[in-house]
């Protein structure tokens, strides 16, 4: 059974620090999502990773694929207040469109 | 573009009462997907539909949940009766059906079961 972990689970960081959000899959799989979630909304999709060695950035966030390792990061650059939220990583079940969703990254941006 | 429709947006019932949800997907749409996710944890697939017919419906329990898309476009999940376990956000998302296509999620209904 495919199994997603996410971490850390909560991230406070200061604005203007760099970090990464980690995302381990167990078994094979040539696709990886990430996903914003604010309180209280729906998911928004940020990348679709698409091959091994993607990588992909929208202003101050980078996400890569590595499918050998089976891992996928999200990068934060200078972090700013706007991009608290929760971060999900997702991966399809072996040979469907079936998602599987690690916890999520709570992520908290502080002035 | 319009989203993915959902209603309602707020639902709060007895245990062992019925519930349903309905959800619009984007038009051109024909993979619809219902989630389920509990509080802390991420989205969790109950069934999905292609077109009209079900894909996968592995874990949706059925004991208490039914879900239909009659003419492959609006859907319906039904709860009934309820448990205390079932308070969550339903979520429903859908997408092209090709694949590698991303899926769109609405805002979802928060059911809470007292």
């Known amino acids: 059974e495919l199994k997603v972990e996410q971490n850390p689970l909560f991230l406070s960081m200061q604005e203007g620090k760099n970090y990464t959000i980690y995302c381990n899959y167990s078994?094979?799989?040539?696709?990886l999502y990430w996903y914003r979630q604010d309180p209280g909304k729906s998911l928004e999709s940020l990348f679709v990773?698409?091959?091994?060695?993607a990588v992909k950035q929208e202003g101050r966030l980078m996400a890569s694929l590595d499918t050998k390792a089976r891992l996928s990061t999200l990068h934060i650059t200078a972090a700013v207040h706007d991009l608290s939220a929760t971060y999900f990583c997702?991966?399809?079940?072996?040979?469907?469109?079936?998602?599987?969703f690690g916890k999520g990254t709570k992520l908290t941006v502080n002035p | 573009e319009a989203g993915v429709a959902q209603s309602p947006r707020y639902k709060i019932i007895e245990k062992r009462q019925s519930v349903a949800f309905w959800c619009n997907p984007i038009?051109?749409?024909?993979?619809l997907y219902w989630y389920q996710q509990i509080l802390g944890q991420g989205p969790k697939l109950l069934i999905q539909?292609?077109?009209?017919?079900?894909?996968?419906d592995s874990q949706l329990p059925k004991d208490r949940f039914s879900a239909e898309r009659l003419k492959g476009v609006d859907s319906t999940l039904k709860i009934q009766p309820a448990k205390l376990e079932d308070s969550a956000v339903y979520l429903c998302?859908?997408?092209?059906?090709?694949?590698?296509?991303?899926?769109?999620f609405g805002q979802g209904t928060r059911l809470t079961v007292v």
């Open positions: 998302a859908s997408s092209f059906l090709q694949l590698n296509t991303e899926a769109f």
């Open positions: 078994t094979t799989s040539d696709r």
């Open positions: 990773l698409l091959s091994n060695g």
């Open positions: 997702a991966t399809p079940q072996g040979g469907s469109e079936k998602l599987v």
């Open positions: 038009s051109g749409h024909a993979t």
């Open positions: 539909f292609q077109n009209n017919g079900v894909v996968d």
